[in-house]
């Protein structure tokens, strides 16, 4: 049984965890959905179309809003389960292209701060599971 304390300490890191994913999350989607330069280089060195950085760009806005609007666990779950797929598949294309680490960085810091929003998210922000 968590403590009051322990339940405190959990939630701030969700919070702290879950505003930089989502930081993170609605800024790159900002960067796909401008097609800067940049971002044209990557989707292209990875042999993705370039049509694929809107379809990205707008599931990784509407993923931050699913996770942060009250209530909606089902559709939190959604959220994060895209979110570890498209970055995740991320992490593996960069590797697939030997891209330097400089590179894959990014992905693997959004992969890393979604598995701890996602693991540190409160009672209330969970799908309720049967047992």
Known sequence: METQKSQKRN????????LWMSLGMVSTAIVQLMKSKDELTNFTNLGYPIYLMTIIGVWKILGVIAVLVPKRPLLKEWA???????MSGAIISHIIVNDPFSKTFPAVLLFVLILISWYFR???RKFPVNH
């Open 11 to 18: 939630k701030i890191i969700y919070w702290i965890f879950t």
């Open 122 to 124: 409160p009672a209330e």
């Open 80 to 86: 994060y389960a895209g979110f570890f797929f498209v």
